[in-house]
């Protein structure tokens, strides 16, 4: 199975919720709002259906909503890490894509680790004439767990 097929974890940090995706995303974006700096938070985007949320019992799933209203930002209210930002309106008729976004952050980096990271609001970085150039990450030679 390839990486790219290959589904993906994500945990908070005490382990009580856990997000499970098909693959890797196709990029991981470092989303530069006002809320997602703050959170430090990497986001690989998926359609909601493709996600599956595992809780474990007696776990809770907290929300914040803010602003527009168009979005939940999803954490832990044990250990307090941000899992996922999730679609509080229908998708739209005007072509936007519908989606949801992953914190990346909760996924052992060497399974992300050929995956293109920008820095953008909400969005990748693209123009025309140029691809995305990749965030700066460090060497990761440690074994993660």
Known sequence: MSEESTPIRASCHCGAIAVIVPRVPEHINHCQCTICRRYGAA?????????KIETKPNAVT???IWGDREISFNFCDTCGCVLYWWPLQAPST???????????????????????????????????????????????DRNFD
């Open 43 to 51: 986001w690989g985007y998926y359609h909601p259906d493709e996600v």
């Open 62 to 64: 907290k929300q914040y």
């Open 94 to 140: 005007d072509g936007e894509e519908y989606k949801m976004g992953l914190n990346t952050s909760n996924v052992n980096p060497e399974v992300l680790r050929s995956v293109l990271q920008n820095a953008a609001i909400d969005k990748p970085t693209t123009s025309k004439d140029s691809t995305p150039e990749p965030v700066a990450t460090q060497d990761l």
